[in-house]
């Protein structure tokens, strides 16, 4: 009965909590984050910073966790990619949301780990197998296994928007995307891995745009999902990226798609040597 093991996880990690200590030893149900600037975030950034009051959707939570870039378990708090997309300033992008939102959900997922590893105006060639991307998010999937206190249960995938400009990437798209995936997926031994990709919000990203989502819309493998943001409002005066609001739907969006992949598969239960 995995949902017993699952509670019994919850009341000791809970029980280490009153005694002060925190969450990075527990078990994880994780999360990888990849793409472009939109899983990023760049809303809520007021002067090269991310201001203003904490959405109560990305409220920090003990039972929240981010792989920092130092490749350690820290309370994860928005920016999220803060330290990972190193070239912008970072905002509210859609982890947090998506994070409390499942939490709030499905309490029996646990201790949430997410691993950012979105970069800004990366084109998918980048995020290829071998290249610079795909090492890093490869490499930062493996740390976060690293201790053996955890299991990877989706990729979280927002992308595209460097593919849209010019048509020979565009034609590509769909192929590629169905390369990566098959890659990433074989690369972490994992061939059921759930990822669940967000189609592009608005035209603005580039001429090919239609194209792009057509392939994201389109593709299809097992457990791959898309949700579409398709319209949802951007920050004023910028083109392409999206707001407070539409993070958190997307994040809400990502929640959903997870969780209906996932009640017909549950998770393997923690090995026993986690419950020591
Ligand atoms: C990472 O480690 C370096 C050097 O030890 C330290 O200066 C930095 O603050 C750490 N960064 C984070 C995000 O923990
Ligand atoms: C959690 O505890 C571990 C070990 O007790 C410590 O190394 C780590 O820095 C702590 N993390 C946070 C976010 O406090
Ligand atoms: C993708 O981005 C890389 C790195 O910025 C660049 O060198 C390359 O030319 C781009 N490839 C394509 C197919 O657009
Ligand atoms: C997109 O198409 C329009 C109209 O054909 C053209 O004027 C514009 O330069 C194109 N944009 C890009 C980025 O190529």
């Not at 039972?63 to 190193?86: C, K, M, Q, S, Y």
């Not at 993070?247 to 209906?260: E, K, N, S, T, W």
Request: charged share 20%; proline share 8%; aromatic share 6%.
């Amino acid at each position: 009965m995995p949902s017993l093991v699952w509670l019994l996880l919850l009341a000791h990690a809970t029980l280490a909590l009153s005694t002060d200590e925190n969450l990075s030893d527990a078990y994880k149900s994780i999360f990888i984050l990849a793409g472009q600037s939109n899983m990023a975030g760049r809303a809520g950034v007021i002067a090269g910073k991310l201001g203003g009051d904490v959405p109560p959707a990305c409220t920090p939570s003990p039972f929240i966790l981010r792989l920092n870039p130092n490749l350690t378990w820290e309370e994860a708090r928005d920016p999220l990619h803060e330290g990972i997309d190193v070239h912008k300033p970072c905002g509210i992008g859609p982890g947090m949301p998506f994070a409390n939102s499942v939490l709030e959900r499905d309490s029996s997922i646990g201790v949430i780990g997410l691993v950012p590893c979105a970069i800004g105006a990366t084109n998918l060639t980048s995020w290829s197998r071998g290249h610079v991307n795909y090492n890093r998010m490869l490499m930062r999937a493996q740390a976060a296994l690293s201790d053996g206190r955890g299991v990877i249960r989706a990729i979280l995938w927002f992308q595209g928007e460097g593919d849209a400009v010019f048509e020979q990437d565009a034609m590509c798209y769909k192929e590629k995307l169905k390369t990566f995936f098959n890659d990433i997926r074989s690369d972490l031994q994992m061939p059921e891995l759930p990822i669940i990709q967000v189609a592009l919000p608005t035209r603005n990203a580039g001429n090919y745009t239609d194209e792009i989502r057509e392939a994201q819309l389109g593709l299809e493998l097992p457990n791959l999902k898309c949700v579409d943001a398709w319209g949802l409002p951007v920050i004023k005066g910028d083109a392409v990226h999206l707001n407070t609001d539409s993070q958190i739907q997307v994040g809400h969006m990502l929640a959903d798609a997870f969780l209906q992949l996932t009640t017909a598969s549950p998770p393997p239960p923690p090995s026993a040597e986690s419950c020591a």
